[in-house]
């Protein structure tokens, strides 16, 4: 039996993946450095390993892994989500957005334009945060999705429809307790505000 160096790394990716379904998300790091010190090309290794990095604080390892990830392909779309997820975790919306969009490009589903929709929102772009999404909006698509719609919405004056959103959220299992969501049905309920008196 010959034992290969990419066969090594399978198994160490494979040591990573139980790690990882076990909570132990240190170790499942440790593993994929190994597997990626036999196999460094390896895409799904280097896309792991970013966003394991990210998840335990090490973002410029992250960065490095993703920016190898898309040097080997560029249109990998799960390796430009990722980027673009560092990327708005690291307080860089219009970076992300590059990223998110490009892999909407690419993937054209309901994940992708809500990502893509995140950043929009973080750049103020609600009007074009609400025509990404109101097309996508029903069944079967992530909670998440409306409930940025319904912010979108609000943002740009569609009250009536941005509370349909947000039920329809609620309804598909949006967790009521995110601060958001919270923040979203205070803005909703809350009376208009009274007319600034005229000046005489």
Known sequence: ???????????????????????NVAAAVTAIERALALEPSNLTGLVAAGVLQQRVGHVPAARTHLDRALAL????????????????????PNSARRYFARAHEL??????ALNLAAALLSLDRTAE????????????????????????????GQT???NVSLQQALELGVDPRNPRVVALQRLLTAPPAAPAPAER
């Open 160 to 162: 009536d429809a941005a």
């Open 129 to 156: 945060a609400r025509d990404l999404l109101a097309p996508l909006a029903g069944d079967g698509v992530p909670p998440e999705l409306h409930a940025n719609l319904a912010y979108a919405q609000w943002a740009t």
């Open 1 to 23: 039996m010959t034992v290969t160096r990419r066969g090594l790394a399978a198994h160490w990716l494979h040591l990573a993946q139980g790690e990882l379904d076990a909570g």
């Open 73 to 92: 392909r560029g249109d990998d779309a799960i390796a430009l989500t990722a980027r673009g997820v560092l990327e708005l975790a690291d307080g860089a």
């Open 107 to 112: 993937a054209k589903s309901p994940t992708t």
